[in-house]
């Protein structure tokens, strides 16, 4: 898929997708924009399938790996069980449901950001010096603080990158998909000032957990993810599940996706404007 036109952050982790309301507007618009770009040598010439030939609801035979290791650990209680419950029902329509390890996972977030970073305050380093008024706050403090990363951590960032890639090709040679938490209930939006308080000089890990989902920038999969339920707080918030699939295989995560909508309704509900009213249909 191509970056022309993205402004890079990491280049290369960087990547573009389709945020939309449902399954099939996704395959709709990936089939859009993926493929290779003259404008961007770094696009893949892999061909590109007709993703809605994949939308068929059906689900039986597909193998659903489910990680016995990291992924579950330290999330919000009932984000697991909002996952734990989408896994169940597509066994229940005919999935085969089986246990995976990812060694090494939990080192995705930390390496990962260090890359990211690493990348990011090389790429912009001339526009920091020149104009750092117009970066967000928080940005600004990350790029300042990971020009003060090692060149020995970035290499070694890498490496661990090497492991994760091969961690997750030994997972797919037993499953299609893997189903995963993709991350805690969106917590509170702090004020500027506080948020970047967070960040200190020479910090090196995220401030928030991200392996669930930067695990897929490390290793260049494909992932996709839909809602699968509401907290039970006030305010409710969008609970969603993260399924990864093997390298170019776009077409199989919707199709597991989309029979899961096919069969919920979490996709039609919307969380609540204030804490007294309940998530509802759109």
């Known amino acids: 898929m191509s970056r022309y036109g993205v402004t890079t952050l990491s280049w290369t982790l960087d990547h573009a997708g389709p945020m939309t309301k449902t399954v099939a507007d996704a395959a709709m618009v990936l089939q859009a924009i993926a493929g290779a770009d003259p404008q ?13 030939k994949s939308l068929t609801g059906n689900v039986k035979g597909l193998r659903i790996g489910v990680p016995t290791n990291y992924f579950f650990d330290g999330v919000n209680e009932q984000t697991v ?3 734990r419950a989408a896994v169940a ?27 990211a970073m690493a990348e990011a305050a090389c790429f912009h380093e001339q526009r920091m010096k020149a104009t750092p008024q117009l970066f ?20 070694k960032a890498l490496r661990v990158r090497s492991l994760l890639m091969d961690s997750m090709q030994r997972a797919f040679e037993t499953c299609d998909v893997i189903a995963v938490p993709s991350g805690s209930p969106a917590t509170k939006l702090e004020p500027a000032e506080i948020a970047a308080s967070d960040v200190k000089p020479g910090s090196k890990s995220p401030p928030i957990r991200m392996g669930n989902t930067f695990i897929g920038n490390m290793t260049g999969l494909p992932a996709i993810v839909v809602p699968c339920g509401f907290t039970n707080d006030d305010p409710r918030l969008p609970l969603g599940i993260q399924f990864y699939a093997k390298p170019f295989d776009e077409a199989t995560l919707f199709r597991v996706s989309h029979a899961y909508e096919s069969n919920t309704d979490w996709h039609r509900q919307r969380p ?3 804490a007294s009213s309940k998530p509802g249909p759109v």
């Open 40 to 52: 961007d040598p770094t696009a893949a010439q892999e061909p590109v399938p007709e993703y809605m």
């Open 81 to 83: 069980t909002a996952v």
């Open 272 to 274: 609540p404007l204030d």
């Open 89 to 115: 029902k597509l066994k229940e329509m005919g999935a085969t449901v089986l246990d995976v390890t990812v060694p090494h996972a939990e080192l995705a977030g930390s390496a990962g950001w260090i890359v």
């Open 136 to 155: 967000d706050p928080i940005v600004r403090e990350r790029l300042d603080a990971a020009r003060f990363y090692p060149a020995t951590d970035y290499i």
